[in-house]
């Protein structure tokens, strides 16, 4: 279902109004975590600013450990609608579990897999079912095959509205968080027809490395990108070194819209 002999123009996902997988990039930026009322507010307000189209904010958070701050779950995507809605911007957040697709359904209008569920195939299955659409990180240590077939899971329930984001794949490379996969943007468009995002932010984990991994990414033909943004990243509750301020976002979307159409 993902393959270009069933699409073979390519694939353009809809979000409401708005397209993803057509010439015009798509930009979705916010912090890491929804942490209270006045931060998503800044935040959203400055992601607009700057041009992005969605507020991305974890309410249910994927943590390594168990005593990290884990989100606000219903209360943080209640707090990320009003600050999206303010703004006109759309939201995307991440589910953890299929338990959570209700809940979030109600207030989001795009659902993530993060990367470390992408071969839970109960949650990819179920998200399939709910036909919200649905961005499907790539797997820390996944091939591309292996996250196509992971695409395949929720196209197979009737819910084609998948868009990729490549976020960066564990190498023996320390320098960075995770490696960019750039090679990962013209291969995906070769082996199949859906729409494929960039999220520098955990890719490089720093944010000195932000603005480079974005223009590396257009250029390799993404159709958009998906970047952590936080009123005050040093004092962010989670990935503090990667986020950028709205003014660096700014600055970033200045650069991008020199080198593609954005919205
Ligand atoms: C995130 O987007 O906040 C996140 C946890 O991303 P990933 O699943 O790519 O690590
Ligand atoms: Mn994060």
């Known amino acids: 279902l993902a393959s270009h002999e069933m699409c073979p123009d390519g694939r353009v996902v809809e979000v409401g109004d708005l397209k993803i997988g057509e010439k015009k990039l798509i930009m979705m930026a916010g912090p ?3 942490e209270n009322e006045e931060q998503i507010m800044k935040a959203a307000l400055g992601v607009k600013a700057g041009g992005a189209q969605f507020l991305r904010g974890g309410a249910y958070k994927p943590r390594t450990s168990p ?3 884990q989100g606000l779950e219903e209360e943080g995507l209640k707090m990320m609608r009003r600050a999206a809605d303010a703004n006109g911007l759309k939201v995307i957040s991440e589910v953890v579990a299929h338990d959570q697709i209700d809940t979030a ?9 993060g990367a470390r569920n992408m071969q ?5 299955r179920e998200v399939g079912r709910s036909k919200i659409p649905v961005l ?12 196509l077939d992971a695409a395949e899971y929720i196209m197979s329930e009737g819910n084609y509205n998948v868009v990729l984001c490549e976020r960066g794949i564990r190498t023996f490379e320390t320098a960075t968080r995770n490696t960019l996969d750039v090679s990962a943007v013209p291969v995906v468009k070769e082996r199949s027809s859906l729409p494929i995002i960039i ?4 890719a490089a984990g720093k944010s000195k490395y932000i603005t480079a991994l974005s223009l590396a990414g257009i250029a390799a033909g993404a ?6 943004v936080h009123p005050n990243p040093k004092a962010a509750m989670s990935d503090a070194a990667q986020q950028l301020t709205p003014e660096a976002y700014a600055q970033l979307m200045k650069k991008v819209g020199a080198l593609a159409q954005v919205v």
Not at 105 to 113: E, F, R, S, V
Not at 199 to 202: A, E, I, L, T
Not at 223 to 228: A, M, P, Q, R
Request: glycine share 8%; charged share 25%.
């Open 32 to 34: 890491c975590a929804v």
């Open 67 to 69: 005593y990290s701050f």
């Open 105 to 113: 359904g109600k207030y989001c209008d795009m659902l993530q897999i």
């Open 120 to 124: 839970n195939f109960r949650l990819l």
């Open 136 to 147: 499907l990180k790539r797997g820390i240590s996944s091939t591309i095959e292996e996250w």
């Open 199 to 202: 999220d520098p932010s955990h």
């Open 223 to 228: 159709d958009g990108l998906i970047i952590e």
